[in-house]
């Protein structure tokens, strides 16, 4: 015979947990929690799922539904976004006030009565700092800052989606730019917000580190939005990334309140897309002026040489003058005196002795002649020989003028692998990455 055992309903059963539940001491609990989930209805009901995770911040160890209803959701929504500056979305961690309820068809659910943004801005806050002290006790928290940014930066690999406003303004002032320079951009398209965004620049950064080469700096630019859609920008792993990479790079995301991890990290941080071009432009404007500096030194030093030169030569020429008439009147008064001598000689000497004289006269006239001619052409050739040492010259007859750091390269001993050297020809100037360094030995 079967024992009768004692039992109760299912229903009686969830109306015993609903009356404990139910109870003053879970109404009003404070609780920390992550969104996980988060969707507003068309009647202003605002749904959740609240988990809470483990000290690695991976595994779930706790899950619940959650509601606010939109007589309150009204109220909370805009005090919360007006005090944390972000909106509720997934990955926050909040704290909220909440009631128990539990119903016998639906389950068990939280129902949020208050929330506490200074919490969330709390959380945040904390995890930006650990995020920076944790690249400084990497040692790489100013690698990149480090670098040397290229005084012409023509050649930029550029981070952003494809679409944003903030790429497009920045293509166009730099593209159009009323210069006239010439940037050469190539696109690393990646997704910039929500949870994969940190992912997305990491994969376009090693995709740009395969042409290392080809750029003299990257650009990471994002247009301005709410704080929660920086958060990419506070990666650890992305902003480690960005200490380390090889290429200079500028930061241009467009959040003006506060600096990202990735903006303390990069090489040059400017506030908006468009200040990443005006930046860019600034540079190549203060580079021409170097160039054009140069030039006018070098040509003001060949202008001088040459001048000091022809003074000389006409100092020159002056004595040899003063010299030749000394010497003439000299041989003049020489001949005189032999004529008083030989006047009362035979006439045949005379006569020799003119024509002595009248030789002596034009050979010391053609010496003088020549060697008036000689000097001349040595005046001429020396300035020949500075023209022909002037850039400008140089240029012309195929040659080019190689500067480093705007110093003209006299040596192969002056530079080193890695270096860049700009390269002035006659009708423009090149732009070169030292890749081999071969000595004469």
Known sequence: MTQQRESISLKKLLELVKQELHRPAFHGCWISAEISEIRENANGHCYLELVEKDNSGKMIVAK??????????????PYFEQTAKQKLTVGLKILVN???SFHELYGFNLVI?????????????????ETIRK????GVFDMNRDLELPLLAQRIAVISSATAAGYGDFSDQIMNNRKGYVFYTKLFPAIMQGDNAHKSIIEALDKICLYEEAFDAVAIIRGGGATTDMLAFDDYELASCVAQFPLPIISGIGHERDESVVDLVANTRCKTPTAVAAFLI??????????????????????????????????VESALTRSAKL???????????KQTRLALGAKSMKERKKRELADLTFKLENNLRKNFERQKHNLELLESLVNMASPEFMLRRG????????????????????????TLLVDGNLTSEINNIKLKK
Do not use: F
Not at 135 to 138: E, L, Q, S, T, Y
Not at 285 to 314: F, P, W
Not at 402 to 417: F, P, Q, R
């Open 399 to 422: 040659y080019s003028l190689t500067l480093i750091n705007g110093k003209v390269l006299k040596s192969a001993k002056e530079i080193k692998k890695g270096d860049e050297i700009t």
């Open 64 to 77: 619940s539904k959650a509601a606010i209803w939109s007589s309150t959701y009204c109220m909370l929504k």
């Open 98 to 100: 909440v009631s128990v």
């Open 327 to 337: 010497h003439l009147k000299q041989e003049e008064a020489s001949l005189m005196q």
């Open 113 to 129: 009565l208050d929330i506490d943004p200074t919490y969330t801005i709390g959380d945040l806050a904390k995890k930006r700092e």
């Open 282 to 315: 600034e540079r190549a404007m203060h580079a021409e002026e170097t160039l054009n500096s140069g030039s006018a030194m070098l040509t003001d030093i060949v202008t001088r040489r040459l001048t000091n030169e022809k003074r000389r030569m006409n100092n």
């Open 135 to 138: 690249i400084k006790a990497d």
